[in-house]
């Protein structure tokens, strides 16, 4: 154990951290090992470019459950997360 946050989507605290570039600054993303989510100290990260994304709003797959959908802020990219029954984004 690194001594960083844990996760927000697994609570695992083994994470890669690499620097990315988002305009105007550069800051460090993480990914989660366990569970693969990216994200920042912002909340979920673009898994492309690294960049925090914007929720866009909820969306209800029939018989998958709820998910969070998000745009990239630098990118453009769209990704959803899967949120468990309280409401927090959790894996997909």
């Known amino acids: 154990m690194d001594g960083s946050a844990p996760c927000p989507f697994c609570g695992c605290r083994d994470h890669v951290k690499e620097i990315m570039t988002a305009n105007p600054r550069v800051h460090t993303v993480h990914q989660c090992l366990k569970c693969g989510h990216w994200f920042d100290d912002r909340g979920p990260a ?40 309280d409401g927090d984004t959790c894996q997909t």
Do not use: T
């Open 46 to 85: 673009c898994p492309r470019c690294g960049s925090p994304g914007e929720l866009l709003g909820n969306v209800d797959a029939p018989g998958c459950g709820m998910y969070a959908q998000y745009r990239c802020c630098e990118c453009g990219h769209g990704f959803i997360l899967r949120m468990n029954c």
